[in-house]
């Protein structure tokens, strides 16, 4: 059975979901109160509607109650996202993931009970200047303002030595979780497992432990 999303909004954020979405196989219901942009998607999305979605009784007839997930994708009108959210929260659906333009708005869409908030421009501003800092900080993501998962390529400082060897937990208070070799992952590596020379670490831990790691034992 294919999952079913509704996404509200459809700039460049809620465009690039729905496009997404469809390719993975989900049914997309798309909505935007532009013409324009839901023309745009009337190919796209397995259905794509003009409506205010600040209006509960549109939310109501075009039954969006019954989709598992909707996602608030709203361009820069907050208070039309967060009159979005309420609506949808209060017509109990169970998955709603908002777009949050500032501090401000995420903390409002917290209070209302947004289960999902996401800072799609913060977060890549924050992955970009990740990458650019090391040669060898490959992805980054934020799994709290302060703890984050980094991919980190192996090099031939490291190389060579097993994760026991190094004493990477103990010295740097971080967690190897798993090490991609080429097509291969293994998850949870062993304590006598030795690093290759490029080897890509999955390392999960608190920020300044993992820069403290990749300054330190990368550079």
Do not use: C, W
């Not at 809620?14 to 839901?38: K, P, T």
């Not at 169970?94 to 421009?121: F, M, R």
């Not at 799994?143 to 004493?167: K, P, T, V, Y």
């Amino acid at each position: 059975m294919k999952k079913e999303f509704v996404v509200i909004g459809l700039g460049r954020f809620g465009g690039s979901i729905v496009r997404e979405l469809v390719r993975l196989g989900a049914d997309v219901l798309a909505i935007d109160n532009s013409a324009e942009r839901v023309d745009e998607y009337a190919k796209i999305a397995t259905q794509s509607v003009i409506a205010d979605t600040t209006d509960e009784e549109v939310i109501k007839s075009l039954g969006i109650r019954n989709f598992e997930h909707v996602i608030v994708a709203i361009g820069e009108n907050i208070q039309a996202s967060i009159l979005t959210t309420l609506i949808l929260k209060e017509l109990g659906v169970e998955q709603i993931t908002v777009k949050a333009h500032n501090d401000y708005h995420a903390k409002v869409l917290k209070k209302i009970g947004a289960d999902h908030v996401v800072h799609p421009e913060r977060d890549m501003g924050i992955r970009i200047a990740n990458n650019i800092m090391s040669n060898n900080v490959l992805d980054y993501l934020e799994l709290s303002d302060e703890h984050s998962i980094m991919e980190i390529r192996a090099n031939d400082r490291i190389a060579g030595f097993s994760l026991i060897d190094l004493d990477i937990r103990a010295k740097y208070g971080i967690n190897i979780v798993g090490i991609k070799r080429g097509e291969t992952i293994v998850i949870s590596p062993a304590a006598d497992d030795k690093i290759l020379l490029g080897d890509i670490l999955l390392v999960i831990g608190a920020d300044v432990d993992i820069n403290r790691f990749v300054k330190k034992a990368m550079s």
